[in-house]
């Protein structure tokens, strides 16, 4: 069956550009999350999304992020007047409830902010 | 808040060899904990983890892992390594089940 889909998978960008990333989950799947994960760093937790509910924002590391789901379904990360620190593998999983579910991970979207 | 520590960024076995993967975490309520495989140039996926129950856990591949409460680990483990299994490896632990926190990830590396 299909899996998390992320597009596009690589994007080079100027610093000061708006950059908007896609993740389209597993059909079905209730739990989306957003991580970055950077050379060295590991997985970042950005956002999460669980049905309906208001998203845990907690790990958004500015104002110049943010993020969205439509429809329970898709969801875009935007990150505006991007900045050479925000280079880094932008990784989308999706689970099927929260809690001790696996996280099915997306193949991610390489950003480049030059 | 939860943390995770990987001892180690890299580890390299020769084949056959065991592998250890050190993992430690910080948790104020009994956490669920995972470890996860990303192998060169794909994406993360599931290789075991720790809910209730049993507390050593069977992965794919041959990979085990135990969950120590009183020494607050998640080693994982393998009696033999394989050349297919190199890859980058992360330890994550979550509580409530909304946040995950990964670890920082080892790199094995399997000498022939």
């Known amino acids: 069956g299909a899996g998390v889909s992320q597009s596009p998978s690589n994007k080079v960008t100027e610093k000061g550009k708006d950059v908007e990333l896609r993740c389209d989950p597993i059909?079905?799947?209730?739990?989306l999350y957003w991580y970055r994960q950077s050379l060295g760093q590991g997985l970042e937790f950005l956002i999460y999304f669980q049905g309906n509910s208001a998203p845990d924002k907690s790990g958004l590391p500015s104002d110049r992020f943010s993020a969205e789901r439509t429809g329970g379904s898709v969801s875009t990360l935007t990150i505006q007047r991007t900045q050479q620190e925000d280079s880094a593998v932008y990784l989308c999983?999706?689970?099927?409830?929260?809690?001790?579910?696996?996280?099915?991970f997306g193949p991610g979207t390489r950003l480049l902010v030059l | 808040a939860q943390s995770v520590t990987q001892l180690g960024s890299h580890v390299s076995v020769s084949e056959g060899a065991l592998v250890l993967l050190r993992c430690n975490y910080s948790?104020?309520?009994?956490?669920?904990l995972f470890w996860y495989v990303q192998y060169p140039n794909q994406g993360l996926q599931l290789l075991l983890k720790?809910?209730?129950?049993?507390?050593l856990v069977k992965g794919i591949n041959g990979f085990e892992a135990e969950f120590k409460k009183s020494e607050t680990s998640f080693h994982l483990t393998k009696p033999s390594a394989h050349m297919s299994d190199a890859a980058e490896y992360f330890c994550?632990?979550?509580?409530?089940?909304?946040?995950?926190?990964f670890g920082t990830g080892t790199s094995l590396t399997v000498i022939p």
């Open positions: 948790s104020s309520v009994p956490p669920y």
């Open positions: 720790y809910t209730t129950g049993a507390t």
């Open positions: 999983a999706s689970s099927p409830r929260p809690g001790e579910e696996t996280q099915y």
């Open positions: 994550a632990v979550s509580d409530t089940g909304n946040q995950f926190y």
């Open positions: 059909s079905g799947h209730t739990a």
